[in-house]
């Protein structure tokens, strides 16, 4: 077992930051046990206190935003513009889930009044929330799905205490955030163990497996994704497991946006393959190109303009590579375009391939993987229609975009009837990458894209997964949470119905 | 493997009815074929059409409602006045999610208009039907938990066609309501695949492992559900499973309600307990009264009047045999009074013992475990407060009742800070038993009461087991579902936000 977790500069491959040990089972024990105690103080304080220190927490990161940056930029090589960036879209996270509560609507108050005629009594429910949870940080966003990140903040916007496990790629950012968060739960009075920072890889199971634990929150892999899920399946209680694992986000080009749009769809789409180094769950893997246009020459020419860099960990590298390698392997790929290498121990090159699609669709349960980075599928079409079967064999995913003309409706309508089933965000006329934060989005998809399809991991309705209804049944007045009392004194949005 | 599934009169332990052959993996498979195909016809009405179609299954149900009473009655012994009541709460049920798809709420529309200066595009969200879906019907509630109950009804309602696995103990009344189902559909020209009934266990896992079934809904025993929890959990690509499962159901009596209403209480308690032979998920399985207090001595007078009856299957016999040998063979435990027994094969008789809290504590392992039929336990507390640990290491359940005078609303209070959090519905000065189909109820609670403690299988937001999000982003405004569309030409409610 480690015992030190060292962060890494992707640019050079050296370590960079202090070593910080790993969280011992007697330290985890001792976090849990303060998450636990630390529930009914946080759970139990009027939203609007907690929407005040989610407020505040955003204040302190903006604050701090320069310092976490740098460190930021050094265990990632995200580059500052990006990470300044991401640093805002945190803060503006935390600042929506607190006007969540302000607003009210996320306890799904309904009340359905006595009938005397039936007997029915009084009955009131809320939704509330459910306990400690722990929130797997993402390797592909230090902060805005890590330690302060979506998961956590509705988390704690819902009231439960959050146990964070921190990606091992980026620890001193992990601690540097935890620190703020922790400085101003203490500078409001609360107890510490609203929020806790666990290190290291052996912490993770351990907290779902913990009994404590009564949901988890995770973005990453496949593969890890589907490891914690079936701990979290096979307790003796099982609890549920919000994971956001891989996802292909197929885009479609329709015959006459291909041809009327051609440099701006090459641009964009090079663009969104390569932004980060390819490194979001959202990046478009996969191309749907009419097989008479000029696009794919286009798209040739704007991926060889790109240039490669870093990518986040040396496994992200070997992944990338090793899955590189198996698309040259493959009989009828054929290389389309790459970008420019760039230097350094763990930098990656974009790379794009080229095939028909009844080549893809014969190697479907192959090509259908995600690739982690800037890679991508370029395959040509014949008949619009010849892409439902495919885009159905997909699985779940993310997203799917369509470009499309004004003249196209029909065939973005029929391309809809598949990929609404399959993909949690349909985008016309854009691409997937950019998931904005804000009360409509929803960021989820059908196996494998998460494990719940039910959920967004972003946007408003996110704290809908830390919660659970409780009905009041002739409830004494006085006793009711405010959120149910007559006259509705908190003023929230309320149904009242049969 | 059996080929033949029979019903049995409990009042004899003889067969009643024809003889159903089981589905064949051949017919299963054609059935969720035909649901796969009818889903798109199904999920594409506009939701009033959904509705109309639910409310002539619901007039069809009432005006056969005679005949299906006394098929049901012969399978389940429970009598024409409780399963005429039963029809009238299922085609209730009915009525209502035709009333919540009128409502449109159900859909959850969530719009956030495009902002420019962000760069942030139009973003519109609904939720959509999951696809076809399989239900496993309840022993004990032959109508309102089974063919055409709750989950049925919700997930119709939602858009998906249904499987419902019939239960062992009523085949003939499962294929009579699936006939007037069927009639209905065929009616209103829609296609078959829309319902589907199957009959005998093996077809059970060979729903929950098939590809194209993408949610299940249970209500039953903690053993069964638990197995068919794992295999959908355990599937390539996990899918929900809405499953109820066992429910001990503590009632709380605190002092002055024990003092000043002992005789209510009393009677009260027997009645919860025996009502349909203790037959109830929400039966109270577990009595908490002031020691000091006449109200056992009323109880034991009470129960001592009730009478035992059949239970609906010899398996449900059995195990209430076992478990009230069980329970005579536990130290500490004192017999506190019987019902008369019954006569028949299957009937079994009312029980009940008391016991200290101290020495239930002790055994809670083994004493927490529900024990189907008319038997409880009644266990006398010295102090309000010693209770919080016990109920706690309960674990979960549908609900926490507490009897309690109008000076004792601090000790309902301490009480909650703990039921809140394990139980699903908390019933003032009531009784568990009837639960009410309205737009507030939550039927649910944390494992083992069900598998997903966010859900509830009774009530409006039953629906909600059954839809997924989709956002849509810059969507062509003619081309957006008409719950999405400017000027919300349903008139639906939506939320318009950050």
């Not at 302000?102 to 009938?115: E, F, K, S, W």
């Not at 914690?228 to 946006?257: K, M, T, W």
């Not at 904005?436 to 959920?455: D, E, I, L, N």
Request: hydrophobic share 45%.
């Amino acid at each position: 077992m480690t015992t030190t977790i060292q962060g890494y500069d992707p640019r050079t491959g050296s370590p960079t930051g202090p070593a910080f040990p790993t969280t011992t089972p007697e330290a985890l024990e001792q976090a849990v046990h303060a998450a636990r105690d630390a529930f009914p103080v946080w759970s139990g304080l009027p939203a609007r206190r907690r929407a005040d220190v989610l407020d505040a927490v955003a204040d302190a990161l903006d604050a701090a935003a320069t310092d976490l940056v740098d460190v930021a930029d050094a265990e990632t090589a995200l580059g500052r513009p990006r990470l300044t960036g991401e640093v805002a879209r945190t803060t503006g996270q935390l600042r929506m889930f607190a006007r969540v509560l302000r607003q009210g609507d996320h306890v799904g108050a309904i009340l359905t009044p006595a009938d005397a005629s039936t007997g029915r009594g009084d009955i009131r429910r809320m939704l509330l929330p459910v306990g400690p949870v722990a929130v797997f940080s993402a390797s592909n966003f230090p902060f805005a799905f890590s330690v302060a990140g979506g998961d956590t903040a509705s988390a704690l916007a819902a009231g439960c205490p959050v146990l964070v496990k921190a990606h091992e790629g980026h620890p001193a950012t992990s601690a540097a955030v935890a620190a703020v968060i922790s400085g101003e739960l203490s500078r409001a009075g609360l107890p510490a163990g609203v929020f806790s920072l666990v290190q290291g890889f052996d912490a993770g199971p351990a907290l779902v497996r913990h009994p404590s634990v009564r949901a988890v929150g995770f973005t990453g892999s496949l593969r890890g994704g589907r490891a914690l899920f079936d701990l979290a399946a096979g307790r003796e209680d099982p609890i549920p497991f919000y994971g956001e694992l891989g996802s292909i986000n197929p885009v479609v080009v329709l015959p006459a946006a291909a041809r009327d749009r051609t440099a701006e769809i090459a641009g964009g789409y090079a663009a969104s393959l390569t932004q980060g180094t390819g490194q979001f769950c959202t990046n478009p893997g996969l191309l749907f190109l009419p097989e008479d246009s000029d696009l794919a020459t286009a798209i040739a020419d704007a991926v060889g303009r790109t240039s490669g860099g870093p990518v986040l960990t040396g496994r992200i590298r070997d992944s990338y590579r090793h899955r590189v390698a198996e698309l040259d392997a493959t009989p009828g790929l054929v290389p389309l375009a790459s970008g420019a290498a760039a230097q350094g121990e763990w930098a990656v090159t974009p790379r794009i391939w080229q095939l028909p699609l009844a080549s893809f669709a014969e190697r479907l349960e192959d090509l259908r993987e995600e690739c982690f980075g800037p890679a991508g599928l370029v395959v040509t079409y014949r008949e619009v229609r010849d892409l439902l079967p495919v885009l159905e064999a997909l699985g779940g995913t993310l997203t799917g975009s369509i470009h499309a003309s004004p003249g196209e409706h029909a065939e973005v309508a029929l391309l809809a009837t598949v990929l609404r089933r399959t993909a949690g965000r349909l985008v016309h006329n854009g691409w997937p990458t950019g998931v904005a934060v804000c009360a409509a989005m929803h960021h989820g998809g059908p196996w494998p894209a998460t494990t719940s399809a039910r959920h967004t991991s972003v946007g408003a309705t996110a704290v809908d997964r830390w919660l659970t209804p409780v009905a009041y049944e002739n409830w004494p007045a006085e006793l009711l949470p405010p959120e149910l009392q007559d006259g509705n004194p908190l003023g929230i949005p309320r149904l009242t119905g049969f």
